[in-house]
């Protein structure tokens, strides 16, 4: 143990300090009233088996016109189809709760990176090449 | 939208956590040298003016000239060649790592992506 070098034992008090601050952000975030209703969006969602239906339409037409495989009324079907799936109840009750959520998220990413001094969630985000 | 008592609490205290992070020390200061030195300053300016004037005029449909380009890619080597602002840019890629690490963790805590929704759309 007396290997472990001055800089490894401050980056694991640092990770542990983290860790722990990370924890309990978690644990405020799910108990407050926009994310449980967001996740009560999301189960809803889940279990409304016509919305399910309509998105795995969409996603196969999606997938044919990508592949320049469609026609015009495969167009028209896809359309149709998201024009449905936004009409649905439990589809706007989604939308509603997500905005909910995102603007508490980004008032507590405000109050974290005004205390870091530096901007947390527009430098966390991981790039497909790894920078 | 104002956060309860207790989730400003836990984020000014994962933001303190993060601030006393090795990370971003190294950056801010690696920032503040950059800032300080009036060669990676002016550097910085010309830089973006040079970049911002040739978008523009590119995008408004402008044929630029092999001169200008060959400008571009030579000021944008001076720039990033200078010590101060090679060693801000390896600060700052060092952070994004550690911050994108951090914010996966919470992500996973939540069971939804944390940086999707915290970012401005």
Sequence with gaps: MDAISAMETSTLVYETDVSRAVRALGAALKVSPEMEAFQAAIQSVNADDAAQDMLRQIRTLQTTLYWGQGNPADHSALHELQAGLEARPSIQAYYRAEQAARELFQAVDAIVSETAGVDFAANAKRSCCGG | ?121
């Design chain 2, 1 to 121: 939208m104002k956060p309860s008592d207790e989730l400003e609490q836990a984020a000014q205290a994962l933001g303190q956590s993060l601030r006393a992070n090795e990370y971003v020390q190294a950056y801010l200061q690696a920032l503040a040298r950059v800032q300080a030195d009036p060669e990676a300053n002016s550097l910085e300016e010309r830089f973006s003016k040079l970049y911002d004037d040739l978008l523009a005029r590119q995008r408004a449909g402008e044929q630029l000239s092999q001169a200008e380009v060959d400008e571009f890619y030579a000021v944008r080597s001076q720039e990033q060649s200078q010590p101060l602002i090679a060693e801000r840019d390896f600060a700052l890629s060092q952070l994004k790592s550690n911050l994108a690490q951090v914010a996966l963790d919470l992500s996973n805590n939540l069971g939804v992506d944390y940086t999707a929704l915290a970012r401005p759309a």
